[in-house]
C-alpha cells in the first residue's frame, strides 16, 4: 500500500488540483501523465516545479497531481498551489520559504462576470447621437 506523506488542493482562476506526495525519487505524475508530457511549454513546467526547487526536495517525493478546470495557465499555477501547501504538510519548516516566495498565496485574479444588458463584462453598446 502506497501511505500519501501530505495532500495539497491548490486552486487557480477556474482550475483544482489535487496534489498527493509520496516518498521516491521526483517523478511527478499530472492526470496519468509525465509532467512534460502534459504541460508541453517549458515555462509551465517551471511553474510547477518551483516549490519543489524552494525547498530542495526535487529528488525527495514523487508527487501526483489530479488537475481539472481552467487552461494550461490556470492548471499550472493551481498545481504548484497544492504542492507548495501539500509541501507545509510534510514538513512545517517549508512554510517559511514558501510564503516568502509566495507560494502559499491563492492568486485571487480570475475573469469577471458578464452583466446582463451589456455585451461582456464591461463592454457597451455602441453609442449613437443621432
Same mark, same amino acid.
Given at each position: ?17 489535487? =496534489? !498527493?506526495?509520496?516518498?521516491? +525519487? %521526483? ?7 509525465? *509532467?512534460?508530457?502534459?504541460?508541453? /511549454? ?24 489530479? =488537475? !481539472?478546470?481552467?487552461?494550461? +495557465? %490556470? ?7 497544492? *504542492?507548495?501547501?501539500?509541501?507545509? /504538510? ?25 452583466? !446582463? ?14
Amino acid at each position: 500500500m502506497i501511505k500519501n506523506l501530505g495532500i495539497g488542493t491548490g486552486r487557480r482562476k477556474t482550475s483544482v488540483a489535487r =496534489v !498527493y506526495i509520496r516518498d521516491g +525519487n %521526483g517523478k511527478i505524475i499530472v492526470n496519468d501523465k509525465e *509532467l512534460n508530457v502534459y504541460f508541453p /511549454q517549458g515555462e509551465h513546467v517551471q511553474m510547477v516545479r518551483q516549490p519543489l526547487m524552494v525547498t530542495s526536495c526535487e529528488n525527495k517525493y514523487d508527487v501526483l497531481i489530479n =488537475v !481539472y478546470g481552467g487552461g494550461n +495557465n %490556470g492548471q499550472a499555477g493551481a498545481c504548484r498551489h497544492g *504542492l507548495a501547501r501539500a509541501l507545509c /504538510q510534510v514538513d512545517h519548516t517549508n512554510y517559511a520559504s514558501l510564503r516568502a516566495n509566495g507560494y502559499l498565496t491563492r492568486d485571487p485574479r480570475m475573469v469577471e462576470r458578464k452583466k !446582463y444588458g451589456r455585451p461582456g463584462a464591461r463592454r457597451r453598446f455602441q453609442f449613437s447621437k443621432r
